[in-house]
């Protein structure tokens, strides 16, 4: 027991010398960390107190250069003051009365002044009320308009100076039929030019050499700026993203297409995309064309039109649009015309080579009806001349016209 009890004890000087031990590093290490954190903190006062002894120094000295700057002004006065007193007594009568003068004339300035701000005032009222009177009336109508007819007018001036072709500042018939005629050539040609690679930027899912109505309706919406997120979550039966232009565009195109699809309802080849964008452009609707007109003119049935099957017929009791649109209304125009344009070889009659070159548009006879429309419509003083007062007068009829808008005026005809 004793042997235990010694045992113990050992170990409870051991415990009390280990934990007096700890104590005593705790308390040096606390007492080495208060001293640092002391340092630390005179070391920062010190530097704070350099640079506020800096920054007085930077101030005296910036105050001493604008003192030694003011110094030449103030010298002067230190010689004013070595002056004589009377010398001094004179320059300061002279002085005031030169300040009393600009007082008096800024006085009368600002009266004047004041005058004039209170007629302004009189005056913007009553503008403000002029103002307001005319505002009470539809004038931004007015001033769309007006905005409107100058770029109108300015369209119309350079078609003008473009047609006029001797440069007399009067349009013919002819100058006129020529300048249509270039239009419509060159629209025509650029149409052809540019149908394969439309085709296939349309042609993609798949680019299988046919143009469905799906391809063709997402290549639509892709036109008026909307994204491919979109088009999948478009309603095609109610359009309601696009604007009432472009619904009555899709409609139309909608017509096109049943009439385009020749070999299937629905796909288009390349040759009848074509046909479906440029009906006007297409070799097949202009035989078409040859097939409508001698199913209605010709009456025998040989396959050819005569001059009196031509002449004869009665246009004005009949509806068709085509006939109206292809054939003068009287008697001896027709004639006229028959043996002039569309008899190329004066056989007294038109087999189907001569129908299709009457009514391709790329003709000069084409354009020339243009013109004499035109003619008709616009000449107001019946000189068979048109002057670009005549044309600005009718902006809306050229406009629309082959001679400005070629090819929504084809669309529209066709």
């Not at 104590?23 to 002391?38: A, V």
């Not at 473009?162 to 629209?187: P, T």
């Not at 798949?206 to 290549?219: K, M």
């Not at 070889?345 to 354009?367: C, Q, S």
Request: charged residues 30%; aromatic residues 6%; glycine residues 2%.
């Amino acid at each position: 027991m004793t042997f235990v009890n010694k045992l113990s004890k050992s170990f409870r000087w051991l415990r009390c010398s280990t934990l007096c031990a700890i104590l005593f590093y705790m308390f040096f290490i606390g007492l080495i960390l208060h001293s640092t954190s002391q340092k630390l903190q005179q070391h920062q006062q010190h530097q704070q107190q350099q640079r506020e002894q800096h920054s007085s120094v930077e101030q005296s000295q910036a105050q001493a250069e604008a003192q030694s700057k003011s110094m030449p002004n103030e010298r002067p006065n230190g010689r004013d003051q070595q002056q004589p007193k009377e010398l001094q007594h004179q320059q300061q009568q002279q002085q005031q009365e030169v300040e009393h003068k600009q007082r008096a004339k800024s006085q009368s300035q600002s009266q004047s002044q004041s005058q004039l701000t209170r007629n302004n005032l009189v005056l913007g009222n009553a503008q403000a009320k002029d103002v307001t009177s005319k505002s009470a009336q539809p004038q931004p109508e007015t001033v769309i308009l007006t905005a409107s007819n100058v770029n109108e007018k300015q369209i119309l001036a350079k078609a003008f100076k473009r047609a006029d072709r001797n440069h007399d500042g009067h349009l013919s018939i002819q100058e006129l039929g020529q300048y249509i005629n270039k239009r419509i050539v060159e629209h025509i040609d650029i149409a052809i030019m540019n149908n394969a690679r439309e085709f296939r930027r349309v042609d993609i899912a798949p680019a299988d050499g046919l143009i469905t109505w799906d391809e063709y309706h997402r290549f639509f919406l892709r036109e008026h700026g909307m994204t491919d997120a979109d088009i999948d979550e478009h309603d095609e039966i109610r359009h309601t993203s696009l604007n009432r232009k472009a619904r009555e565009d899709m409609m139309r195109d909608k017509a096109r297409w049943t009439e385009a699809a020749r070999t299937d309802l629905f796909t288009l080849t390349i040759d009848e995309y074509l046909s479906f964008r440029h009906p006007e452009s297409s070799v097949s609707n202009l035989l078409e064309l040859v097939d409508d007109l001698l199913r209605q003119f010709d009456q025998d049935g040989d396959d050819q039109l005569t001059l009196e099957e031509f002449s004869e017929l009665n246009v004005d009791d009949d509806e068709d649009l085509l006939r109206k649109s292809l054939i003068s209304k009287t008697l001896v125009e027709r004639r006229e015309e028959f043996k002039r344009i569309i008899d190329k070889n004066h056989d007294g009659k038109a087999d189907r080579g001569e129908l299709l070159n009457y009514v391709n548009p790329k003709t000069p006879r084409y354009a020339l009806q243009e013109a004499a429309t035109l003619f008709s419509l616009c000449d107001e003083n019946k000189d068979e001349l048109l002057t670009l007062k005549e044309m600005t007068d009718n902006a809306e009829i050229f406009l629309q016209s082959k001679m400005i808008d070629t090819a929504n005026s084809f669309h529209t005809e066709f």
